[in-house]
């Protein structure tokens, strides 16, 4: 009997653990923008697994490593848009690199995951996407260094290539020094007896990229690189080719060279392709001849057209907008402005290590436009004046007790308790936060607004007001905000946007929001990171408020606003009064 219940309750435990770990998956899932078993080439990594993947230093028979190999890893968060576009980007470097992985590997770290919360904070990551190069076998409190994100596969691509060249990982990467072609067999071991020397132009990435497709898969020649301005090498053996080309070197017969040139190549090929395959095949011939047993091959090469791993489309979501009902949202929901709350102060504003200065002048003034002009749930809301307590004592605080303080006051700000009403998406990883960011921006200068018209304030006081939301966040957007490019772009808009629009009343603040929320909405528009059943368009819509266009064509290029109708509805639609059919439920 007691065996019986012995099993039974190991049974229990086993469906229970199962049952996590099938949360972890499924929720892993939905939060990422990379998934490690389809995506070719990446790691996604987490706080648990990232330094024993990373910084390993014991190998799996309990060796210590001495190898020293590169990763780049990208921390990003799955609701920004700017992630979300260079995602794409990211899993075509890593498909196209996935064979470099005794020199490179490609991780990804998604920072708007809870569990990754603390890792984040180690790196230090306020806005994404963050590019890192790190070096296996550093010490794990090394931070290591910024990688440029670029904006398309070529550019990023040569990034790396610069990165890895420089880095002399793997060292056959280094162009050789001026040194005759004696010289060139000295340096290398008495074995080898035939070498291929890729020479390429300064600032060329050809060779280096050849070089790197090639080398895993070389068994008897080696390889090497030079810059074609490299005299001494070319004018000991009599080369007077000056672009890019490969040259085949046997020391047991000098005069016999072999040169594959850019001229011999037809028009549409890739010189890339071209060159690793000269290579390889140069080196399947002399492994034959040698009889010297081949490892199976990587995987296949690049250029290899007839290859998945170069034909793979990159993975895209096509949307049709037609599939989905469009739903019309009156007013704001409650449960976004609270979850946007939770989100910023767990997972923006906790992050930051230091905060002092300017920024902090920001998070005070944000935190207390929260308190004044945002409604959020009783304990959001009394976190946010225990910490409003707290700033207005000190000149600086850190992020570590900023979540001292939430934890303090009892709050739960574990993404489960993070749910998203009108701001969910109809997909993963769209909508959410940046959607419930935007809503706090209107709230709170609608609120503003509202506030100086109750009180009957003097157009000064208004001013000041209005001057001090738009300072509060513009500020939070400048300094907080994760999504670095939105931020940068943000801030530029709202530049071009003071050059013609001098803020003078409350009312001018709300039209200024709205009408920088409106050139995001255009910018966006058809965007990648657009959820398909919340296309961006001019807000407020035709069937939202007819009343708010002069002209009432849906296809007029340029929309005449009546802007006293426009701040009516702003006020239905975020101010304290709701609209009917409002949803805007607390308790
Ligand atoms: C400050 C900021 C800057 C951003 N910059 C970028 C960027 O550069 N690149 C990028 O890819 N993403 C950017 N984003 C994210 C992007 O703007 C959207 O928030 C995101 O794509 C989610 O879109 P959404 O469909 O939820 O609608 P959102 O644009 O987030 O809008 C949310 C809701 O606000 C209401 N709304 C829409 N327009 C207005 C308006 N003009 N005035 C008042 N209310 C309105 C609507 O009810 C809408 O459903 C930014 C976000 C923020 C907060």
Redesign the pocket.
């Known amino acids: 009997m007691l065996r019986r219940f012995r099993s039974l309750n190991s049974i229990a435990v086993t469906a229970t653990h199962f049952a996590i770990i099938l949360l972890i998956i499924l929720c892993g899932d939905v939060d990422s923008l990379y998934d490690g078993n389809t995506d070719r080439g990446l790691y996604v990594l987490t706080e648990e697994s990232f330094n024993p993947t990373v910084y390993r230093h014991i190998g799996p028979n309990r060796e210590l490593r001495t190898e020293s190999n590169l990763w780049i890893v990208q921390f990003y968060n799955s609701w920004c848009?700017?992630c979300i576009?260079f995602s794409p980007i990211y899993k075509a470097l890593a498909n196209r690199t996935q064979h470099w992985s005794a020199y490179l590997k490609l991780g990804v770290v998604n920072c708007a995951d809870d569990l990754n919360r603390d890792l984040c904070t180690r790196f230090g990551i306020r806005q994404t996407p963050v590019l890192r190069l790190l070096t296996t076998g550093s010490h794990p409190a090394n931070k290591g260094e910024d990688v440029e994100v670029r904006h398309s596969t070529t550019n990023l691509l040569q990034t790396v290539l610069d990165v890895m060249e420089y880095q002399r990982t793997p060292r056959e990467l280094q162009p050789l020094p001026e040194q005759r072609v004696g010289e060139l067999w000295a340096s290398l071991p008495r074995s080898v007896n035939e070498v291929a020397v890729i020479v390429e132009p300064i600032g060329s990435h050809v060779g280096k990229e050849a070089l790197l497709h090639a080398l895993p898969n070389l068994h008897a020649i080696a390889l090497r690189r030079a810059h074609n301005n490299n005299r001494a090498l070319l004018d000991s053996l009599n080369v007077n080719e000056r672009t890019t080309f490969v040259m085949f070197l046997d020391r047991l017969h000098p005069d016999e060279k072999g040169l594959v040139t850019l001229e011999s190549l037809s028009r549409n090929s890739d010189p890339v392709a071209v060159f690793t395959n000269a290579i390889i095949r140069a080196d399947t011939e002399l492994t034959t001849r040698l009889r010297i047993q081949r490892r199976p091959q990587l995987g296949p090469v690049y250029g290899d057209t007839t290859s998945p791993a170069v034909r793979r489309p990159m993975q895209m979501q096509v949307h049709s907008a037609s599939s989905f009902t469009l739903s019309v949202?009156t007013a704001v929901s409650g449960q976004d402005l609270n979850s946007a709350v939770l989100y910023s102060l767990s997972n923006e504003i906790a992050r930051h290590n230091d905060i002092t200065g300017r920024e902090y002048e920001t998070l005070k003034a944000y935190v207390t436009g929260l308190i004044k002009w945002v409604p959020v749930r009783p304990a959001t809301l009394t976190a946010l004046r225990i910490l409003e307590t707290s700033l207005r004592r000190g000149n600086g605080i850190t992020g570590a007790e900023v979540t001292r303080l939430l934890r303090a006051s009892n709050l739960n700000v574990d993404s489960g308790a993070i749910e998203w009403d009108?701001?969910k998406g109809s997909v993963p990883d769209?909508?959410g936060y940046?959607?419930g960011?935007?809503?706090i921006?209107?709230t709170m200068s609608v609120r503003a607004y509202e506030a100086g018209l109750l009180s009957a304030a003097t157009v000064e006081s208004n001013a000041l007001a209005a001057n001090g939301v738009l300072t509060a966040v513009i500020g939070y957007?400048e300094h907080f905000?994760s999504?670095g490019?939105?931020?940068r772009?943000?801030m530029k808009g709202v530049a071009s946007l003071r050059r013609n629009q001098v803020v003078v009343s409350n009312a001018d603040a709300v039209l200024f929001?709205?009408r920088a929320?409106?050139n995001?909405?255009r910018?966006?528009a058809g965007?990648l990171?657009?959820?398909p059943a919340?296309p961006?368009q001019q807000?407020p819509t035709l069937v939202q408020c007819l009343d708010c266009r002069n002209s009432a064509d849906p296809q007029a290029q340029t929309i005449v606003w009546n802007e006293g109708n426009v701040l009516r509805f702003?006020r239905e639609?975020y101010g304290a009064k709701r609209s009917a059919g409002a949803t805007f439920v607390l308790e």
Request: hydrophobic content about 35%.
């Open positions: 848009g700017h576009k949202q009108h701001c769209r909508r940046p959607c960011l935007w809503q921006i209107h957007v905000f999504c490019e939105c931020s772009n943000f929001l709205w929320h409106n995001a909405n910018f966006l965007d990171s657009e959820d919340h961006k807000f702003l639609f």
